[in-house]
């Protein structure tokens, strides 16, 4: 990753991953070619957050943050309307990603990130444009 690194790699530990991998708390989808990992997706779906999304630097703006990102807001939707949040670093390509993609700007977490929202009919409205983009 070139942006958005994880200041303290310690700060998640793999119970916390095996948390987010119980059914009824979250999920992750993997985009892979040849046995290549080339982006991921991560969903929260008890707190309603997108828990991490990141694609490789070489891979980027090929669609592959599309795909794992679409693939997991149908996920947050299709388990419930309430609206999803994330925080993401000021200034980074992220922002940028999640603007186009059609969230919110809801103001900042206490952590100086940048904090979106997006809800269900929304993500109906933007889900076709923004997956035909190249």
Same mark, same amino acid.
């Given at each position: 990753?070139?942006?958005?690194?994880?200041? /303290?790699? #310690? @700060?998640?530990?793999?119970?916390?991953?095996?948390?987010?991998?119980?059914? $009824? =708390?979250?999920?992750?989808?993997? %985009?892979?070619?040849?046995?290549?990992?080339?982006?991921?997706?991560?969903? /929260?779906? #008890? @707190?309603?957050?997108?828990?991490?999304?990141?694609?490789?630097?070489?891979? $980027? =703006?090929?669609?592959?943050?599309? %795909?794992?990102?679409?693939?997991?807001?149908?996920?947050?939707?299709?388990?419930?309307?309430?609206?999803?949040?994330?925080?993401?670093?000021?200034?980074?390509?992220?922002?940028?990603?999640?603007?186009?993609?059609?969230?919110?700007?809801?103001?900042?977490?206490?952590?100086?990130?940048?904090?979106?929202?997006?809800?269900?009919?929304?993500?109906?409205?933007?889900?076709?444009?923004?997956?035909?983009?190249?």
């Amino acid at each position: 990753m070139r942006e958005n690194v994880l200041s /303290d790699p #310690a @700060a998640i530990t793999r119970a916390d991953y095996v948390t987010m991998l119980a059914p $009824e =708390r979250g999920a992750c989808w993997v %985009a892979e070619s040849r046995g290549e990992i080339l982006g991921f997706s991560w969903a /929260d779906f #008890a @707190a309603r957050n997108v828990w991490a999304l990141f694609v490789r630097p070489e891979r $980027e =703006r090929r669609g592959v943050g599309r %795909a794992v990102h679409a693939t997991m807001m149908d996920a947050f939707f299709s388990r419930s309307d309430t609206r999803v949040w994330l925080g993401t670093t000021p200034g980074t390509r992220a922002v940028a990603f999640y603007r186009a993609a059609g969230w919110i700007e809801s103001g900042l977490l206490a952590n100086g990130e940048v904090r979106f929202e997006m809800d269900a009919p929304r993500w109906t409205q933007c889900r076709t444009a923004f997956n035909a983009r190249r």
